[in-house]
């Protein structure tokens, strides 16, 4: 439910893009006289101007249809995942920290004037959430971590190797989503059950998760 809100949200802030800013939004021509720029998030518009608003809302914006598509994509995947091994509330305070937490990498080592927005701060928080999960249940969790490994890596390969990627948002979305879930998870404790075969008389284990 919460992923589906999220992706609400995220799609309602690109149709406002659109209407504010023209067409051109759509394949990311963004006017700077626009009224898109007041939502985006550069350092000096937090450090000098206090505008702490922005940490929030340049993560419901998007650069362009092919931006908040991948995106969404990734929000979609991920976040159905999470919210099912968190909960919804738990996942939304992953997503709403992750999100924080990007902001204030951004904040903390982009240049001053360097203007940002998109959803993969919080998005590179879920995929925190992931690992956190898989490390959390041991030898079951390994197959989680080893499933998504390489797609981790190509990600951050990907943001540090393009101008124009916030690296600095990706990294401090996956930290923050993945202490943030370590702290919040606690996997399933394992319940033995038996079983009695009339037949055999042999008596059956097996392990079911609580």
């Known amino acids: 439910m919460i992923t589906r809100v999220l992706i609400l949200l995220n799609v309602i802030g690109f149709l406002w893009e659109m209407y504010v800013g023209g067409p051109g939004v759509f394949s990311g021509n963004i006017p700077s006289n626009s009224h898109v720029v007041d939502g985006m998030l550069a350092p000096i518009t937090v450090t000098k101007y206090h505008q702490y608003y922005r940490i929030f809302t340049s ?10 598509g991948v995106n969404m994509l990734s929000l979609y995947w ?7 091994a968190l909960g919804s509330a ?25 203007a ?10 879920l995929f ?8 959390k ?48 998870f606690w996997p399933p404790k394992p319940v033995w059950t038996r079983a009695y075969d009339p037949n055999t008389g042999a008596v059956y284990e097996s392990q079911v998760e609580s």
């Open 116 to 125: 940002t927005l998109g959803a993969s701060g919080a998005i590179f928080g």
């Open 128 to 135: 925190g959430a992931l690992f956190a999960i898989g490390l």
């Open 137 to 184: 249940m041991g030898e079951r969790g390994g197959a989680l971590i080893r499933s998504n490994i390489g797609i981790l890596v190509i990600n951050l390969v990907y943001s540090f190797s393009f101008p124009g990627i916030s690296w600095q948002a990706h990294i401090g979305g996956l930290i923050t989503g993945f202490i943030l879930t370590l702290a919040l």
């Open 90 to 114: 738990r996942m939304l305070v992953v997503y709403a920290g992750s999100l924080i937490g990007a902001g204030l990498a951004i904040i903390l080592f982009s240049p001053p004037d360097a």
């Open 78 to 84: 991920l976040g159905r995942f999470i919210e099912v």
């Open 59 to 68: 993560a419901f914006l998007h650069g362009s249809i092919i931006h908040i």
